[in-house]
T-cell receptor
């Protein structure tokens, strides 16, 4: 969905490096999410944000941090990347203020930690 | 959130209806059934959701049994572009959390 963009789309980094994945949306949605997907598995929630001042941990937040810089931007950081954080990362948004709770996903970032 | 069970994989001929089943026998009264699909490592795409009644939109139909313990997603005229992993998810409308299982891999063949 072009309304949710993620940068970079692909990234290779070394163990111990800090890396930031960025997500931007033009949908005007209030809630944003970060998920990771490992090969052959479903998505797992890392963090989610109700609005700029409200951040919540998901099921696998250890080793990650997030920042909601504005309603339209939600960044995911790996402070010290490790190989088992190699995965496909997805950002998503939803519009709870309108009562519509569907989530809309970005195209994903493929991260490889060597 | 209730757990769902889906077949690992299914095949469907192009132009025919694809019927994807989902069991959710522990669903509670305030939980909805949602369907998403993921085409080859792209971001998941919302398809449809329902509570009790059958639902239809431009993409698909959702049939929920009267006891709500199972449902079927119907793609009425499958195309090759419908080849994807389809996820059936049960969740309360009060929660943000989408719990993705491993889904059903639908292969549409010519």
């Amino acid at each position: 969905d072009a309304d949710v963009t993620q940068t970079p789309r692909n990234r290779i980094t070394k163990t111990g490096k800090r890396i930031m994945l960025e997500c931007s949306q033009t949908k005007g949605h209030d809630r944003m999410y970060w998920y990771r997907q490992d090969p052959g598995l479903g998505l797992r929630l890392i963090y989610y944000s109700f609005d700029v001042k409200d951040i919540n941990k998901g099921e696998i937040s250890d080793g990650y941090s997030v920042s909601r810089q504005a309603q339209a931007k939600f960044s995911l950081s790996l402070e010290s990347a490790i190989p088992n954080q190699t995965a496909l990362y997805f950002c998503a948004t939803s519009d709870w203020s309108s009562g519509s709770h569907e989530q809309y996903f970005g195209p994903g970032t493929r991260l490889t930690v060597t | 959130d209730a757990k769902t069970t889906q077949p690992t994989s299914m095949d469907c001929a192009e132009g025919r209806a694809a019927n994807l089943p989902c069991n959710h026998s522990t669903i509670s009264g305030n939980e909805y059934v949602y369907w998403y699909r993921q085409i080859h490592s792209q971001g998941p795409q919302y398809i449809i959701h329902g509570l009790k009644n059958n639902e239809t939109n431009e993409m698909a139909s959702l049939i929920i049994t009267e006891d709500r313990k199972s449902s079927t997603l119907i793609l009425p005229h499958a195309t090759l572009r419908d080849t994807a992993v389809y996820y059936c998810i049960v969740r309360s409308r009060d929660t943000d959390k989408l719990i993705f299982g491993t889904g059903t891999r639908l292969q549409v063949f010519p």
